[in-house]
């Protein structure tokens, strides 16, 4: 398991993470998919939709719009996202991967 299947670029608040040497850091497996999901969330604009929404049924709605985009990632295993609302400007979110086990990532809104 210690094969580096998925390497991305580190983000950090929105920027790229550097190190001493002004070069950027890089995640991998584990982190990068967790990173992934929460890039596609924010881009997918759901999260607006979130904020803008005070119906109890229509969040619920957007809710499952949210976990059936985190499950179309091909190295999530379907059935196993989870996504509370830590608090108005937070998400979080738990999904198992096919290779790496449990992921949990924070999703600022």
Do not use: W
Request: with cysteine.
């Amino acid at each position: 398991m210690s094969d580096l299947l998925y390497i991305d670029l580190l983000i950090e608040g929105g920027s790229f993470s550097l190190n001493g040497g002004n070069e950027p850091v890089t995640c991998n497996n584990k982190q990068s998919i967790g990173q992934d999901i929460v890039h596609s969330i924010i881009e997918s604009g759901l999260v607006v939709e979130l904020i803008a929404e005070r119906s109890p049924i229509l969040r619920a709605d957007v809710f499952t719009q949210l976990e059936l985009l985190v499950e179309s990632d091909e190295r999530i295993i379907p059935g196993t996202v989870e996504i509370q609302e830590e608090s108005a400007k937070r998400l979080f979110v738990t999904a198992q991967t096919y290779e790496f086990g449990t992921i949990n990532a924070g999703v600022s809104l």
